[in-house]
């Protein structure tokens, strides 16, 4: 009996706890009368919950409408099509994928049909920078309701290898990669992802902010590298979207004084808006020079270096100016053979270390944002609809064009003047 009882009261105590006092503590006089009805009672209750929760479901999850994607055919063919919804699993939700930011990794991909020597296979998705809002829920999700605004971590690990268990799970071995080229990305109107990895974004977080913190906490990883604390002067080599994050995340972290260098002056003038202390345009300036301004900029030379553009010229500035006993963080994707001035590095006992994606790192971003520490939305130049991603990819590929982080939305009520 007593185990019946507790396995009635069970959903009681998930989905109304207030209720459960009426239940427990019916009139002493109908108590003594009718002792079964006791269980009776809280039978009926419990259907009216599970059936109340159901009409408020179907309220919340219409069933989905067609699935445009944007599909990646090879270099340069970017198509539209319309793609099944996906299938969720009992531990996935389903997610109407709201704005989806376009990263230099899709440019690249884009561009040259593979992602460093990985190449496409076959026509996939494109796109990982995503947020939206949950459709439906698989019935194991516990973290998760339709209705809520998450931000996607597109990295899924396997949880069970040794790199995993100790938090490391951006370079677990069996690390499942949603992305093309490796599977479908969230470049869609729906998608599916596991739930575990949808991170629920708090109330004074629009959608817009959330696809941000894919970039932004691949900038709190590297400052994590880094050990970034106060007082550190730092150098951030690239002044694209990720690398004014990273000078951000660096920031919050108790920077405090950082320089940006880059080759392009709009991306320069936006590291200045976004907090840099000073820059320095070295497309025309050769290394030492370089490496005298950031001194006479600071005073010093920094301590702590971020490479978050690894083209072989700025891994070689980041060596020859980091401070003796500092450390340079390589965080981007660059050429596999690059001549570097290692020696240089060993004469100064500087420590090189490699950042690669995030590891736990997105709650940290997600906070930074809600408590006013960073503020990452100067890096979005432009907004496009998904009927018009084939122009957003072309946009994103041109060098010429002043822009840094460019904005899809593939919900089809998105309007221009909302943003």
Same mark, same amino acid.
């Given at each position: 009996m007593a185990l019946k009882i507790a396995q009635c009261i069970a959903p009681i105590l998930q989905y109304g706890r207030h209720q459960l006092l009426q239940v427990f503590y019916p009139s002493t006089e109908n108590t003594q009368k009718k002792p079964i009805s006791f269980l009776a009672k809280i039978n009926e209750f419990k259907n009216k919950l599970v059936l109340n929760r159901t009409i408020s479901e179907r309220k919340c999850c219409k069933e989905p409408e067609e699935n445009l994607a944007a599909v990646l055919h090879g270099e340069g063919d970017l198509r539209l099509e319309n793609r099944p919804i996906p299938k969720y699993n009992a531990n996935q939700v389903l997610v109407e994928v709201e704005v989806c930011g376009i990263c230099d990794s899709d440019v690249s991909l884009f561009g040259e049909g593979r992602l460093g020597t990985d190449f496409l296979k076959k026509p996939t998705i494109i796109g990982h920078e995503a947020s939206g809002t949950v459709w439906k829920c698989g019935e194991c999700v516990k973290n998760l309701k339709p209705g809520d605004k998450v931000a996607i971590e597109p990295l899924v690990p396997c949880r069970m290898c040794l790199l995993? *268990?100790?938090?490391?799970?951006?370079?677990?071995?069996?690390?499942?990669?949603?992305?093309?080229?490796? $599977?479908?990305?969230?470049? $869609?109107?729906?998608y599916v992802h596991e739930s575990d990895f949808c991170y629920k974004v708090p109330k004074n977080m629009d959608l817009e902010l959330a696809a941000l913190m894919e970039p932004l906490s691949r900038g709190v990883h590297a400052c994590k590298k880094a050990k970034i604390t106060s007082g550190d002067s730092v150098l951030v080599l690239g $002044?694209?979207?990720?690398?004014?994050?990273? =000078?951000?995340?660096?920031?919050?972290?108790g920077a405090s004084?950082?320089?940006?260098?880059?080759?392009?002056?709009? *991306?320069?003038? *936006?590291?200045?808006? =976004?907090?840099a202390d000073c820059t320095i345009d070295c497309k025309k300036l050769p290394e030492q020079e370089v490496v005298r301004q950031i001194h006479d900029l600071l005073g010093n030379l920094p301590n702590k270096t971020f490479a978050c553009s690894c083209y072989e010229k700025a891994i070689r500035v980041g060596i020859l100016a980091t401070a003796t006993c500092g450390k340079i963080v390589i965080a981007a994707f660059g050429a596999n053979d690059q001549c570097l001035p290692i020696m240089d590095s060993f004469h100064k006992e500087m420590e090189i270390i490699c950042s690669i994606g995030y590891a736990n790192d997105y709650q940290t971003a997600?906070?930074?944002?809600?408590?006013?520490?960073?503020?990452?939305?100067?890096v979005v130049t432009h907004h496009f609809k998904m009927c018009d991603a084939i122009k957003a990819y072309e946009l994103a590929a041109n060098e010429n064009q002043r822009q840094l982080k460019i904005f899809i939305h593939p919900n089809p009520k998105w309007q221009p003047e909302s943003c």
């Open positions: 995993c *268990k100790l938090g490391k799970y951006n370079v677990c071995p069996n690390l499942c990669r949603r992305f093309a080229p490796y $599977s479908d990305g969230n470049l $869609s109107r729906y $002044s694209g979207p990720f690398g004014l994050l990273t =000078m951000q995340a660096a920031r919050a972290y004084s950082v320089v940006v260098l880059d080759i392009d002056p709009f *991306k320069l003038s *936006k590291a200045m808006e =976004m907090g997600i906070d930074m944002v809600t408590r006013g520490k960073v503020d990452p939305r100067p």
